[in-house]
């Protein structure tokens, strides 16, 4: 049984003014394919609404260090190969930057410093004391034998080491790389100290001073925000249809969430495809299905589809949490679901954002809506720098409350200037960022 879902009056925002006249006037954004571009855009738009200083602005635009390294690695049939590296440092106004790796073919510095700046807004969003930062390697995981990879993360640890470290610059996992990379990240880090210093990254296994729940906190954040959202609609995840792009450590974990709450994930897809199935999904199946093939296409549970297809399902939910770009101008107009829940970081382009918002979508961005990752992160970087451990009841509930608080807060900020969802989490990020650099005035 599927379920209508009527959005309530304050949920719905079409034909509702939104920004400034002066921005209005200004015209449609740019559709760009470049994140940075992208980044920049959305924090122009809320540097406008605060009406924040021009100065203020300059330096929010701009990543204060950015590191690039170029660096080889001994391949398994003796050649050696060149990999590039990035670790950009956004700001760190609030305290130390905070941000995952990315192992990507894709990647380059621009995808690198628009997740710098993500993270930055996301940290002072959920109000952790933590500035944003992000790194990346041009390299395909999937390519490189398991010995190969120790030997890029490790060589990639030691080159990023000036500027990473647990008081300066905190690392986590991001797409493709995972708790084995932080451990390998945190031994070669100590190794260059000569003790173990557990909190120089965080999404380590548990057993070298991880946190519990660490590996399911961005998906299960994705739960209890979309619990929230739909909420104020009088449901709850039971029956609800969601479909969800990508299946790694944040759809992955989103859909068995979802689908232990009860909730019907009808649709999930890798980067080879998706699969549809009307009655709900077998995620434990399809887990396997992954782990054994690398893909989830093999299993026949379903109808096969693309990946781009099951962004515009009949869903009550949609969940984009593998990639960015995802949802563009191109096919904004052809998304059926009234709520979007973003997993993945920067899945949808400012002009994209304003087509859906003009439909009367409902979407509750990144910054907000991937956040448990990194609360989580940060009560892992905590309990290392104590050695004191936390049980995972005690992770959950306390990432849960902070969730909760920020939805609140972004949801109150939403309805007061009556504005979408994404503008309002940048008003209160950007704000608190803006803040605490105009507290600690400019140097020297
Ligand atoms: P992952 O590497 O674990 O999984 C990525 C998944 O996306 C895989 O299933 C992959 O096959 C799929 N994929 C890649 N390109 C695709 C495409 N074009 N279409 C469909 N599927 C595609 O990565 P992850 O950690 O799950 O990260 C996913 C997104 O969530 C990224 O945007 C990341 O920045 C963001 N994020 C991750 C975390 C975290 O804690 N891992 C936290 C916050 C945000």
Redesign the pocket.
Known sequence: MSIAIALPEGMRTRNRPTLPEALLRAGSPRESSNPYHNALEQLDIAAQYLELDPGMHEILKHPQRELTVHFPVKREDGSTQVFTGYRVQHNIARGPSKG?I?YSPLTDIDEVRA?AMWMTWKCAIVNIPFGGAKGGVVCDPKTLSNSELERLTRRYASEISIVIGPTSDIP?????T?AQTMAWIMDTYSMTQGHTVPAVVT?KPVAVGGSEGRND??GRGIVFITREAIRESGLDLRGLRVAI????????VAARLFAEAGAKVVAV????GGLYNADGLDIAALRDCTNRDGTLTTHGGGDTIG?RELLELDVDVLVP????N?ITAENADRIKAPIIIE?????TTPAADRMLHERGVFLVP?VLA?AG??VVSYFEWVQDLQFFFWQEEEVNAKMEAIMVRAYRDVRTMAKRENVDMRLAAHLIGVKRVADASTLRGIYP
Do not use: H, I, K, Y
């Not at 792009?245 to 992955?252: L, S």
């Not at 897809?269 to 080879?272: H, K, L, P, V, Y």
């Open positions: 995952g990315r997740l986590a996992p991001d797409m493709g995972n999404g906190a961005t792009q990508g299946f790694g450590n944040v759809g992955g897809s890798d980067a080879n990946t949490a593998a990639t960015e995802q997993g993945a970081n920067g899945p990144d991937n990752g990194v």
